[in-house]
């Protein structure tokens, strides 16, 4: 069965600090799909990134970074000089091939806050 | 471009009474879905569709049914409300295409108060 697991319920830190937020997950499929989504405090959910299994090359944005490793089944994702702004409910979701993205299960979340 | 709206977004029902989300896409997108997010427990998915006609239950889908006739309307209806249907409920649809890299689309939800 399909599975997400967000350890961290929540974190704090401060401005500038860097963070990350753990993602592990469980899956029987050889191709699965994986997904970060943001949902900050006025409830919306921000699409972030899409990973495919077959593809671990580690991804860069701006201030955050993803790192996929599918020999610990962990898509991490690190948040470099934080700010406040990046305050918000943080979600790690995992699809399966034939879902193709459709249907998500998504971990608990962890909500990050950031101080100024 | 009105993406994905969800209609109420707001709505207040006694246990026992019946009513209808309402979630439209102009995205032309094939697939849909439907979720419901309680604290501490994330999203959750309820029902999913691939296309008109065709739909699949998701973790929790029991106390609700959905239908898919057109590609654009994928409403999620609560046959007999219980307090424990209360929740935030999220819309979502995606281009179709196993190795599409577009995202689901999120509608802004719907939050129901059963009491």
């Known amino acids: 069965a399909q599975k997400v697991t967000q350890a961290q319920t929540e974190i704090s830190v401060v401005e500038k600090e860097d963070v990350t937020l753990d993602c592990v997950y469980e899956?029987?499929?050889?191709?699965?799909?994986l997904f970060w989504y943001k949902q900050p405090p006025s409830g919306e959910l921000v699409f972030l990134i899409r990973?495919?299994?077959?593809?671990?090359q580690n991804e860069i944005s701006g201030r955050y970074s993803w790192n996929f490793q599918k020999s610990t089944s962990s898509f991490n994702f690190t948040i470099t000089a934080s700010q406040v702004v990046d305050s918000a409910v943080y979600f790690c979701?995992?699809?399966?091939?034939?879902?193709?993205?459709?249907?998500?299960?998504f971990g608990k979340g962890t909500t990050l806050s950031v101080s100024s | 471009n009105a993406g994905v709206t969800q209609t109420p977004k707001f709505q207040v029902l006694k246990t026992g009474q019946s009513m209808t989300l309402q979630c439209a896409q102009d995205?032309?997108?094939?697939?849909m879905s439907w979720y419901r997010q309680d604290p501490g427990m994330g999203l959750r998915l309820i029902h999913y569709s691939v296309g008109a006609g065709i739909t699949d239950q998701g973790e929790v889908p029991n106390g609700y049914n959905v239908s898919r006739s057109t590609t654009e309307d994928f409403p999620l209806r609560l046959l007999s409300a219980a307090p424990s249907q209360t929740s935030v409920y999220f819309c979502a649809s995606r281009a179709s295409g196993q190795n599409s890299n577009q995202p689901q689309h999120f509608g802004d939800g719907t939050r129901l108060s059963i009491l």
């Open positions: 990973r495919n299994s077959f593809d671990e």
């Open positions: 995205m032309n997108h094939e697939y």
């Open positions: 899956t029987r499929d050889t191709t699965y799909y």
């Open positions: 979701a995992l699809s399966e091939a034939v879902q193709a993205g459709t249907a998500l299960i």
